[in-house]
């Protein structure tokens, strides 16, 4: 699901900022309905995580992720930069690409793996998903 206010926040963020009002009656309403990933962009700040935290909703986690500012010359504290979402179920990973105004193109800065357990999204530390051989 794509939404512009984020269903999730990265640490010092004010909750105004989260999707208005009934964010949790919306997330219960999505989670029976099998979404379990939520794009975002309403902060221009990279930031990934899962709702189980925030919704505590039995058996559940969604993956949320919020992109920076792609487009745009208004400085928000990160350079230009974009994040490509790769699923291979049950796997999936976040690739982040950076503007680099002294070579005129985006490169690739970081990259963020996932599984899908039974119970939802969780972070794959120090494991790499996406192998280029």
Excluded: C
């Excluded at 979404?35 to 986690?61: C, E, M, N, P």
């Excluded at 949320?64 to 928000?76: G, I, K, M, W």
């Excluded at 790769?86 to 070579?103: A, F, S, T």
């Amino acid at each position: 699901m794509v939404t512009h206010h984020p269903f999730d926040l990265p640490k010092d963020h004010r909750e105004g900022d989260l999707v208005a009002g009934r964010a949790r009656i919306a997330m219960e309403a999505l989670a029976s309905g099998g979404v379990d990933v939520f794009l975002a962009g309403h902060l221009h700040v990279s930031h990934a995580a899962h709702t189980g935290k925030r919704y505590r909703i039995a058996g559940y986690k969604a993956l949320v992720v919020s992109a920076e500012t792609t487009l745009s010359l208004r400085a928000h504290g990160e350079n230009n930069a974009f994040n490509v979402p790769r699923i291979e179920h049950p796997k999936g990973g976040l690739e982040r690409y950076v503007w680099q105004p002294e070579n005129g193109r985006f490169v690739p800065s970081a990259t963020e793996s996932f599984e899908r357990r039974a119970d939802g999204w969780m972070r794959i530390v120090d494991e790499e998903l996406f192998r280029s051989d």
